[in-house]
């Protein structure tokens, strides 16, 4: 397993990376929002998007997201979907679980109450 880990000033988002079972996880913490969307868009998109990508995101520890963090949840399943991968959402907190569900998201992308459901389903 890989373990990876940016810090950010509170407030701001963290992002820790492994791997479980072949599968790229990202625990993020903290706000999602413009000022972040670069480091989330590079975190989730790795240079070689060739091979197929499953992704499982835990937004467990994400307290804020907007139109910005969606920006970039949408490229990434867009780029998953082209390889033949995936994307997953895990464990939102209400506030980000109202917004994904405002948009629409949550019927685009596969979204799950909790971490383990999101690797089993």
């Known amino acids: 397993m890989t373990e990876t880990h940016r810090a950010a000033p509170a407030g701001q988002l963290s992002i820790d990376q492994t791997r479980r079972d072949g599968i ?7 706000e999602i929002d413009h000022t972040v969307k670069a480091q989330l868009t590079d975190a989730l998109l790795p240079d070689d998007h060739t091979t197929p990508m499953r992704i499982v995101l835990d937004l467990s520890g994400v307290t804020f997201m907007d139109s ?3 920006n970039a ?11 033949q ?26 979204c799950h109450p909790t971490l383990e459901q999101a690797f089993t389903a």
């Open 24 to 30: 790229r996880v990202l625990t993020l913490r903290g």
């Open 68 to 70: 910005s963090g969606i």
């Open 73 to 83: 949840l949408v490229t990434t399943h867009q780029a998953t979907t082209r390889t």
């Open 85 to 110: 991968g995936w994307l997953r959402l895990a464990a939102p907190q209400e506030a980000v679980q109202r917004v994904l569900h405002v948009v629409g998201l949550d019927d685009v992308i596969d």
